[in-house]
């Protein structure tokens, strides 16, 4: 059984920095490309960011891109997601996820079926 356990998520001021990790027991990571999403109050779930299996290929929505960096480490199964120049508007519960075994690069929220259990995410003006 696959499972994904995150973690770092809390309350900063704008500007400050969090880092969230997830990490994936019951299944090798490192097969499979992973996502962050997001999910603020009465909003869609959307991705933040992406990583393919080896790390090699990103994506970033542009809310995000220049500020959030993804990263993994396979050898311990995690995935990486650092935040900066937080914003009062990446309030959110965030959500890692693992990609269908097909999926080279998941960019679309039904090429994952494995999820985290969300860390609350809140940057305070």
């Known amino acids: 059984q696959v499972q994904l356990l995150e973690s770092g998520g809390g309350l900063v001021q704008a500007g400050g920095s969090l880092g969230l990790s997830c990490t994936v027991s019951g299944r090798t990571s490192s097969r499979y490309s992973m996502g962050w999403f997001r999910q603020a109050p009465g909003k869609e779930r959307l991705l933040v960011a992406a990583?393919?299996?080896?790390?090699?290929?990103?994506y970033y929505a542009d809310a995000v891109k220049g500020r959030f960096t993804i990263s993994r480490d396979n050898a311990k199964n995690t995935v990486y997601l650092q935040m900066n120049s937080l914003k009062p508007e990446d309030t959110a519960v965030y959500y890692c996820?693992?990609?269908?075994?097909?999926?080279?690069?998941?960019?679309?929220?039904?090429?994952?079926?494995?999820w985290g259990q969300g860390t609350q995410v809140t940057v305070s003006s």
């Open positions: 996820a693992v990609a269908k075994a097909s999926i080279f690069f998941g960019l679309t929220l039904d090429e994952y079926n494995n």
């Open positions: 990583i393919s299996r080896s790390g090699e290929d990103k």
